[in-house]
């Protein structure tokens, strides 16, 4: 099992966020995870730790507006530009189609490592 860490910033090791108050959820299963979710106090939120990774965060937040709650589940993910296999990834993949299939809404962040010069990249590479 991955231990997950719920943070609130102040011995956080993710670079680039300084003291912060909401939740940082990130795994430490590894070193220089490449992943976080950052998650305003208040919200329901639960680690999905079997789809947590250096490379992959998820959680599922319960929203409650609109009348009855539901939930929704949140992802992080960084595709490695070097990465031998074309992404998505077979981890990044199990998380899209083990919640589709049960109709939960999936909101996914990721940095996919496209480069191509109609979004202000200097060069165009494959995945661009």
Same mark, same amino acid.
């Given at each position: 099992?991955?231990?997950?860490?719920?943070?609130?910033?102040?011995?956080?090791?993710?670079?680039?966020?300084?003291?912060?108050?909401?939740?940082?959820?990130?795994?430490?299963?590894?070193?220089?995870?490449?992943?976080?979710?950052?998650?305003?106090?208040?919200?329901?939120?639960?680690?999905?730790?079997?789809?947590?990774?250096?490379?992959?965060?998820?959680?599922?937040?319960?929203?409650?507006?609109?009348?009855? @709650?539901?939930?929704?589940?949140?992802?992080?993910?960084?595709?490695?530009?070097?990465?031998?296999? @074309?992404?998505?990834?077979?981890?990044?993949?199990?998380?899209?189609?083990?919640?589709?299939?049960?109709?939960?809404?999936?909101?996914?962040?990721?940095?996919?490592?496209?480069?191509?010069?109609?979004?202000?990249?200097?060069?165009?590479?494959?995945?661009?």
């Amino acid at each position: 099992m991955l231990p997950l860490y719920k943070n609130h910033g102040l011995k956080g090791a993710i670079k680039g966020l300084k003291k912060v108050s909401e939740e940082l959820i990130y795994s430490r299963s590894t070193q220089n995870p490449r992943t976080c979710i950052l998650i305003k106090k208040g919200f329901q939120i639960l680690p999905l730790m079997h789809y947590c990774s250096r490379d992959l965060t998820a959680v599922k937040i319960t929203a409650s507006g609109g009348g009855r @709650p539901r939930d929704i589940i949140l992802g992080s993910a960084y595709l490695p530009y070097d990465d031998a296999v @074309p992404p998505p990834d077979e981890e990044l993949e199990k998380l899209v189609m083990g919640y589709r299939a049960q109709g939960t809404h999936l909101i996914i962040s990721c940095d996919a490592n496209s480069h191509h010069t109609s979004w202000g990249s200097t060069n165009i590479n494959n995945r661009g």
